[in-house]
């Protein structure tokens, strides 16, 4: 397995005592370079005769990797180690979101009219005319999150209480991104009836929801009854959003090496929540040959270990992966790292699209593949063409919150994959530049508003 590149989520803060000499900082950094760390900044906190304390911020690539680094500080002579942090954890240092007013309560009159007696107008005006709550409360711009814990990013069932630095994290993006109120509903409970009916019972307060990080094949129930039975939009972001930004994607790559959905062999492993639909919709966009694996090979018809919804993708072949990635045009991970071999990739079709996904450690790293194949993805941030759901889901909620839709449908994802890949001019398109960057100002409006329209031609907003 090649080395990962280190990067800020494994980042160490160093404050450091070292004797006021010349080379003394030298010292320092090649002891860091030495042990592989990559040093983002240096700062200076106090300078004396005899001593210098500086904060020194390094890049490790493993927690591992940090502690090697630290070691590595430590064994340079006269220097003084006086505190180690992980910087991703002192972000994390109580909560990444706060509740805060929108308006300021300076007076009695305002305190009349924020809260009693002038409140009760207002409770009696929604009362008779419900609709208006999306105008005089949050609904109209407030999102759950809603998650069991149990299947928290690549890490497995962790419980609510663990998973709830996601549902923080989620909740950031939505405000960054598209200026959405989002709030973390993590449920102590994995049944699946349960949590139908605590979301249905909050839905009330909420403008849309967006289920998360719950495990399969529950999370399709619990979609699709949730739908059924409340009538907000309801979005689970683990399907969903990988499904638009790998169509976003998957649409520019085709473009560079000249194939169309309709003649291509998709090879997809990984037959959970994301895999399933990525399939849906790349069927949607006129795939017709596509191919799923799970960790026992091809989801073959003769399989008698199939849930509904891998006997839907089922077919003739049969085999492993590497079977069935023979010839294939696409192959798309959603699955575990290292699980694609350099010789599969060899065995594929000319000019051959890999979106290695699986985080932190992909399907088949890229410098592995460096020249073999046409279009390389991923799902990290430290190479080129970034496979990450934050170019969906906010500017998603952000259309389906401004009309007030009823619901999300397979037209709304379609248009804002579309939205996303035309956001790459044909000037701008190469193998490494295929989809939008996360910070692209533009994608969460362009998103919002390809979805809208399409609420509006399938009948589902309300305004």
Not at 98 to 120: C, F, H, K, W
Not at 325 to 337: H, I, T, Y
């Amino acid at each position: 397995m090649v080395q990962l590149t280190p990067n800020s989520s494994y980042g160490l803060t160093l404050r450091l005592k070292l004797p006021n000499q010349t080379g003394m900082l030298a010292q320092v950094t090649q002891a860091i370079a030495t042990a592989g760390g990559n040093l983002e900044d240096v700062r200076l906190l106090e300078r004396t005769r005899q001593f210098v304390t500086r904060e020194i911020t390094v890049d490790a690539s493993s927690s591992e990797h940090a502690e090697e680094i630290i070691g590595a500080v430590k064994q340079v002579d006269q220097v003084i180690l006086l505190k180690a942090e992980d910087r991703t954890f002192q972000l994390h240092k109580g909560g990444k979101i706060e509740v805060t007013s929108r308006i300021a309560v300076r007076n009695q009159d305002d305190l009349a009219m924020a809260y009693t007696p002038g409140v009760g107008r207002v409770c009696k005006a929604i009362a008779a005319e419900p609709e208006r709550v999306y105008d005089l409360t949050v609904k109209q711009n407030m999102v759950a999150i809603v998650t069991d814990g149990s299947a928290v990013l690549g890490l497995g069932n962790l419980g609510p209480e663990g998973a709830l630095p996601v549902m923080e994290g989620k909740a950031l993006l939505f405000k960054e991104f598209a200026n959405i109120d989002a709030f973390p509903i993590c449920l102590a409970t994995q049944d699946t009836d349960e949590i139908v009916e605590t979301v249905k019972r909050i839905a009330p307060v909420f403008g849309g929801v967006n289920l998360e990080d719950i495990s399969a094949p529950r999370c399709f129930e619990i979609e699709a009854r949730l739908k059924a039975e409340t009538d907000i939009p309801i979005f689970h972001d683990d399907q969903h959003g990988t499904a638009i930004v790998v169509l976003a994607a998957l649409t520019n790559a085709l473009k560079l090496v000249g194939k169309a959905f309709g003649d291509i062999r998709i090879v997809i492993n990984g037959a959970g929540a994301a895999g399933v639909a990525i399939a849906l919709l790349l069927q949607k966009a006129g795939a017709k040959t596509i191919l799923m694996c799970d960790s026992k090979g091809i989801i073959a018809r003769d399989r008698t270990d199939l849930n509904s919804q891998k006997q839907g993708f089922a077919v003739e072949e049969s085999g492993q992966l590497a079977d069935a990635m023979k010839n294939a045009d696409v192959f798309l991970g959603v699955s575990a790292p290292g699980v694609v071999s350099v010789d599969m990739v060899k065995s594929m079709a000319a000019d051959p699209i890999v979106f290695a996904m699986a985080n932190p450690i992909p399907e088949i790293q890229p410098e592995l593949v460096s020249g073999l194949v046409a279009v390389m993805a991923t799902g990290r941030s430290d190479y080129p063409n970034q496979i990450n759901n934050v170019l969906a889901f906010p500017g998603v909620f952000r259309g389906a919150l401004d009309c007030r839709a009823k619901a999300m449908t397979t037209g709304m994802f379609l248009e804002a994959a579309h939205a996303i890949a035309a956001l790459v001019t044909p000037d701008e398109l190469n193998a490494e530049h295929i989809i939008p960057s996360v910070f692209d100002a533009r994608v969460s409006q362009a998103v919002a508003s390809a979805v809208q329209q399409a609420a509006r031609e399938e009948g589902v907003a309300r305004v």
